[in-house]
């Protein structure tokens, strides 16, 4: 079979059989969550479809300011959620850290993967750069929200702790080392996590997509394989500047702890 099997209107809304099957499952277990569910299933759909117009617009003009714009744009909006997300008071300084850390790790690692891994030519290439942002930032601003909520209630929870540790000498960092580390480890856990089912459990939805699409499976696994380095050089870097500038955000010019 070659080419991509077009899904006619007809056919697509047939897939919200789907959708209707869990609609009726929750109604008979009175789980009461209909309309969070056909909310949330609604704005998917509505924000698909605009964001197809839009990636179809910036795929055929392919300027370097369009791709600059939207890695900007993609970058605010990860920063502004992971403030949504984190449950627990973010202070200023910390808040100021979580955006040097996204904005940094995840640029590092984007023009890293687009230049040296794949050799994109121009960089900007929209096809490429637009989707591979995505999935780094994406990613990433997933990480840095476990590990920011991990830090401020490792440091919240263990504050008698810590001062007890800098009472008798201790710097701020060996008195938050554990903290640090166990939040960094818990940021990066579930990216790791997923690597480890991949291609056995389950195929993942950038590979599937391009055997959809006609691609070589061969070809995909490359892909694959190095979009999930990517992104786990991302998320990696990203927390790793969150946790070890994170943490100095709770502590004044004496090496107290402020918060």
């Given at each position: 079979m070659n080419g991509i099997i077009e899904i006619g209107i007809l056919q697509l809304m047939g897939a919200y059989v789907f959708l209707i099957l869990l609609l009726i499952i929750v109604?008979?277990?009175g789980i009461g969550r209909e309309?969070?569910?056909?909310?949330?299933s609604l704005r998917m759909t509505v924000?698909?479809?605009?964001?197809?117009?839009?990636?179809?617009?910036i795929f055929a003009v392919n300027h370097y300011l369009i791709s600059i714009g939207v890695l900007i744009f993609m970058e605010i909006f990860a920063i502004r959620n992971?403030?949504?997300?984190?449950?627990?008071?973010?202070?200023?300084?910390?808040?100021k850290v979580i955006t040097?850390?996204?904005?940094?790790?995840?640029?590092?690692t984007i023009f890293y993967f687009l230049l040296i891994v794949i050799n994109l030519d121009p960089w900007y290439e929209a096809h490429y750069f637009v989707p591979i942002s995505g999935m780094v930032i994406g990613n990433s601003m997933t990480g840095v929200s476990l590990g920011t909520e991990r830090l401020i209630d490792g440091i919240k929870t263990k504050?008698?702790?810590?001062?007890?540790?800098l009472m008798l000498g201790a710097t701020p960092?060996?008195?938050t080392k554990n903290i640090v580390n166990d939040a960094f480890t818990a940021a990066i856990?579930?990216?790791?996590?997923?690597?480890?089912?991949?291609?056995?459990?389950?195929?993942p939805g950038m590979m599937t997509g391009q055997i959809l699409s006609g691609v070589s499976p061969l070809t995909a696994i490359e892909y694959q394989i190095a979009i999930m380095l990517g992104i786990l050089g991302g998320v990696s870097l990203t927390v790793f500047i969150l946790v070890q500038l994170g943490y100095k955000t709770f502590f004044n010019e004496r090496s107290q702890l402020t918060d």
């Open positions: 109604k008979a277990q309309k969070e569910i056909l909310l949330s924000q698909l479809i605009i964001v197809g117009y839009i990636l179809v617009y992971i403030y949504a997300r984190v449950k627990l008071k973010i202070n200023y300084q910390l808040r040097f850390a996204m904005v940094t790790g995840t640029t590092i504050k008698n702790l810590i001062e007890n540790s960092n060996k008195a856990l579930p990216t790791v996590n997923s690597m480890v089912g991949m291609g056995i459990v389950f195929l």
